[in-house]
């Protein structure tokens, strides 16, 4: 059973993906890809220093995703490059991982996979279960650093990821609260 994990910025979706690995899924998170693409892929290195130059490099001479983010959060159309560069290659990596996890042995019962921008790419059709996470602004706003506007404008609503899911959580509680609504869910589908 192949799950997915989404949900708006603060909303506690990599929070909802260690609860599901604690209660025994495999799960896989689409911004640790991403990490490590820009660490390790050749061609998304140079593709990114060819388009913006040593700027987008920190101290330690590798990608620097917070300067990155700097840039494409202020243009969309760099942002809209990044996406086309980054997207195939992390849908890729978490199908790979699936396919791995399916020729093991005893395979899991479920993978879980946190995919930030799920809807709004079309990616639901690759998951047999959608989990949105969702927190009211007061908290997702405590939750997250940067300012949100800039980010959020380009998501759907949270109301229409849930109206679209399969399972909804308002992540304004405990972890105790969020574990067990996972554990709930890992129940239910295991049904």
Known sequence: MAVAVTGGIGAGKSEA???FARHGAAVISSDEIVHRLLREDPE???AI???WGDRVLGADGEIDRERVGEIVFAEPQDLRWLEELLHPRVVGAYLRWREELARLPEPPRVSVTEVP???????DSRFDAVVVVTASPEVRVSRHLRPLQN???RLLPDEEKAA?????YVNDGTLAELDEFVSDVLARLSA
């Open 44 to 46: 998304v290195k140079g």
């Open 117 to 123: 921008l799920l809807y709004e790419v079309g990616g």
């Open 164 to 168: 679209r899911a399969d399972f909804v």
């Open 151 to 153: 980010r959020e404008q």
């Open 49 to 51: 220093l060819e388009r």
């Open 17 to 19: 993906l260690r609860a």
